[in-house]
């Protein structure tokens, strides 16, 4: 039992009790939003080196334009590798981030509803392990692509358990993290401490927010889609005539493309805060990014038929509209980055430098992403590997980073011990030339007509030589995570001690102790604004000097 | 009141607006009903969170002293098997779907014994709450 009554001048006090768990019971069924948002990274981390695992056998097989697997095993790789990237790894993880983070930064004692987290990390387990047992089914996993298209995923184009499997795995997961961001904005906008209003909310609070929104508003469109599909294979006549396709992409893609910017805004959050601590300087136009960010989240949600232009079904005009408008919030949010780089004392560490290289690589996204957000340009890159760098470009090159960002910046927080430097500039080196070598070329294959999700190219095209460069790239990536690997297990086994505050961090999780207590604070500083620690330092520099 | 609400009702407004200009375009219905129900959903949400907040202010004001001293009491339960077999028993029963009724009704029995344990949960909160209350 934990009670904790201390208070410090002009602070609050935080009265919280916690009751103890057996030892089994408290790794397997823990209701602290602490270890299930570690545990839900871990997990994401085993997801995310089996996916990356087929993306090398992937890359193997188009290096040697056919001989390694068959065009099912591909179909069913690429599937399984997209799947288990968006459903199973990126989602989660921003997810579980903010699950950790979040109570934390607005002074909670504990998440909102925390019997629901942890439902939340089992139905994603159930959902990881449902999906990829497809593997063990007699016909494979499934092979219709990470959106499961009608009529591909019906049962006489997809038929056997591996599909069904696919189906349910990516309920469960989805609706666990429906539930995890249920709790999160439920957290960040029913358990803020004394203090702590809406607008002194640290920035990668707001971005958790607006993820939450859309998570909670935009995923339940999903669910519907694949009971609709699961019906449709088992009874019939539910996604029928000239609109039934359309209307399963139409959900799909109220669900599919929001995501891409659930995969987004945390990580911007995340490079927020560690742009501001390492600049040493107050983030720039918090209020302007506030609203950029809602803005986003909302146009962002009235985007998603661009990815149906060539169907000509839809308003394309309204759709290209929308997406073109996403360069203004977006505009807004670099602004402040940058406006907070600028005269700041900057301390190039390795969180500092993935944020950075987020920066600079999501750039290269974005603006690739306005050439697909127009119709015409559209209509001759659709399908093609143009499209495929373009989101590896915004989900690896810019989320996967700003997450390494997050990583480097909060590992101290987590476990009290600091990952070595040396070893994360390394990492981050070997990132920035893997990801680069691997999807930059790719852009030149789209252009040139090669088109996605084919096992083997004609010898004559010439695309040969990309794609071995390509794979070596890929190899490159791998590499780096192992480096990132050895750098927690070395940092983990000869810890150095971290402190409660190694960074000097503005928000407050650098409050509390590293590791935090189960019941988050003993106490909190006084919050007068987005970042009470450093207005802490700054008054005790106005006094002393 | 510490205005929550006020973030769901103005996106949800906002996203009710973006799909109104849809209006110009002469949209498929399709692809104006998922925004707007999605936007008349966080509107309500928020008005939900709203009538909370009013509620719990009410209930708050005549603890006011108590107030400046901090947040309430809260009881932290620190792990929740019950859960855990809630959630396996409606995995099992969904993945039922699929293969089978005897699935479903394994999965169905799990959850049974997961919702009991819920609830015993819950009493033993409830009493302990009791207890730390009359102390």
Request: glycine share 10%; hydrophobic share 55%.
């Amino acid at each position: 039992m934990a009670d904790a009554r201390s208070r410090p001048p002009g602070g609050v006090t935080v009265n919280a009790v916690a009751v103890p768990a057996r030892v089994a019971s408290r790794s397997l069924a823990c209701t602290d939003h602490k270890r299930i948002a570690s545990a839900a990274c871990m997990a994401a981390f085993v997801f995310f080196l089996a996916g990356g695992l087929l993306a090398l056998l992937m890359r193997s097989q188009l290096a040697a334009n056919g001989g390694v697997v068959s065009q099912q095993t591909y179909n069913e790789l690429f599937t399984m590798h997209g799947s288990t990237m968006v459903y199973l790894v990126i989602v989660p993880v921003a997810l579980a981030v903010g699950l950790y983070l979040v109570p934390l930064q607005v002074g909670a004692a504990e998440v909102a509803g925390p019997r629901v987290a942890l439902a939340g990390l089992w139905m994603l387990l159930c959902g990881g392990v449902c999906m990829w047992s497809g593997f063990l089914t007699s016909g494979g996993a499934a092979a219709a692509s990470w959106w499961g298209f009608d009529p591909l995923s019906d049962s006489i184009h997809s038929p056997g358990s591996g599909m069904e499997m696919w189906i349910f795995g990516v309920m469960l997961a989805t609706l666990g993290q429906i539930l995890w961001a249920g709790c999160v904005l439920s957290t960040a906008l029913r358990r803020r401490a004394p203090g702590m209003t809406l607008m002194r909310m640290p920035v990668f609070t707001w971005s958790m927010v607006v993820t939450c929104v859309m998570v909670v508003f935009g995923f339940p469109a999903l669910l519907l889609a694949l009971g609709l599909l699961w019906a449709q294979r088992h009874f019939g006549g539910v996604l029928l005539g000239g609109t039934g396709a359309v209307d399963y992409q139409a959900l799909f893609w109220f669900y599919g493309h929001p995501v891409v910017y659930v995969m987004f805004f945390p990580f911007v959050g995340m490079v927020g805060e560690v742009l501001a601590t390492f600049s040493s300087r107050r983030f720039f136009g918090y209020s302007a990014f506030v609203v950029a960010l809602l803005a986003f989240a909302g146009l962002s949600m009235t985007v998603w038929a661009h990815h149906m232009y060539t169907f000509g079904v839809l308003s394309n005009k309204y759709f290209a509209l929308t997406s073109t408008a996403l360069i203004v919030p977006a505009g807004i949010e670099y602004f402040d980055f940058l406006a907070t780089l600028w005269r700041g004392s900057l301390r190039f560490t390795t969180a500092f430098l993935f944020a950075l290289g987020f920066l600079v690589q999501f750039l290269i996204g974005g603006l690739t992403g306005v050439i697909l957000a127009s119709p015409p340009l559209d209509y001759g890159l659709n399908m093609s590997y143009f499209v495929v760098a373009h989101f590896h470009y915004t989900i690896f090159a810019g989320s996967a980073f700003g997450l390494f960002a997050g990583i480097y910046y909060w590992f101290p927080k987590l476990t009290g011990a600091m990952l070595r430097e040396r070893f994360g500039k390394l990492h981050f080196a070997l990132m920035v030339v893997g990801t680069n070598v691997t999807f930059f070329p790719m852009f030149i294959l789209g252009a040139e007509g090669m088109t996605r999700r084919i096992a083997r190219y004609p010898a004559s095209t010439g695309w040969q030589g990309l794609n071995i460069l390509e794979t070596a790239g890929s190899v490159v990536i791998a590499l780096s995570v192992l480096v990132f690997m050895a750098n927690v297990l070395l940092s983990l086994r000869g810890r150095r001690g971290a402190g409660d505050d190694p960074w000097g961090g503005h928000t407050l999780e650098w409050a509390t102790s590293s590791p935090p207590p189960r019941h988050n604070f003993d106490a909190l500083p006084p919050i007068r604004s987005y970042a009470p620690l450093l207005d802490l330092r700054e008054a005790r520099e106005e006094v002393s000097g | 009141m510490r205005r929550a609400a006020v973030v769901l009702i103005c996106w949800g407004l906002w996203l009710g607006a973006l799909t109104a200009v849809q209006a110009v375009f002469a949209p498929k219905l399709i692809q104006v009903a998922i925004p707007a129900v999605a936007s008349a959903v966080c509107v309500l949400a928020g008005l939900v969170v709203w009538a909370l907040d009013v509620r719990q202010a009410r209930e708050e004001r005549p603890q006011l002293a108590y107030q400046a001293q901090g947040e309430r009491p809260r009881l932290i339960t620190d792990s929740s098997v019950a859960t855990v077999t809630l959630v396996v028993g409606l995995a099992l029963a969904l993945v039922g779907a699929g293969f089978g009724l005897w699935l479903i009704l394994i999965g169905a029995g799990i959850a049974a014994l997961g919702v009991g344990g819920v609830v015993r949960e819950q009493l033993a909160r409830s009493r302990t709450l009791q207890r730390k209350g009359s102390r």
